[in-house]
Nanobody
Framework: HVQLVEVGGGSVQAGGSLTLSCAYSGFTAMFSNYCMGWFRQHPGKEREGITIIYTDSGVTYYADSVKGRFTISQDSAKNTLYLQMHSLESEDAGTYYC??????????????????????????WGEGTLVTISS
């Protein structure tokens, strides 16, 4: 079965950097039809998508709030998805989730909902990793 495991969360000062990793496993040979992404949720708020990557083409999409500061990437040889975060702000604090979706409908929905919510949802989710920002 599919598993997504995020690591790398922690406390960082405002203006600092942090890299999250998501180790994934259990995908079928049709993994090229997937998109993966990072989502975050502030306490008491709706979960929002912040970035999506198509696993076959490597094309990426970002929410306006993180554009230019965050970078999503993947290492297929290591079955790992990354999120590099720079110039972190207090608003970036929250629980970060790695997720994957199969097929165009959920991927397009998630892309259209970046910065707002999770769209129609994703097929698979990790448990999340907490990022706190100190001033």
């Amino acid at each position: 079965h599919v598993q997504l495991v995020e690591v790398g969360g922690g406390s960082v000062q405002a203006g600092g950097s942090l890299t999250l990793s998501c180790a994934y496993s259990g995908f079928t040979a049709m993994f090229s039809n997937y998109c993966m992404g990072w989502f975050r949720q502030h306490p008491g708020k709706e979960r929002e998508g912040i970035t999506i990557i198509y696993t076959d083409s490597g094309v990426t999409y970002y929410a306006d709030s993180v554009k230019g500061r965050f970078t999503i990437s993947q290492d297929s040889a290591k079955n790992t998805l990354y999120l590099q975060m720079h110039s972190l702000e207090s608003e970036d604090a929250g629980t970060y989730y790695c997720a994957a979706a199969r097929g165009p409908r959920l991927c397009m929905s998630a892309i259209q909902a970046l910065g707002v919510n999770i769209g129609d949802g994703m097929d698979y989710w990790g448990e999340g990793t907490l990022v706190t920002i100190s001033s």
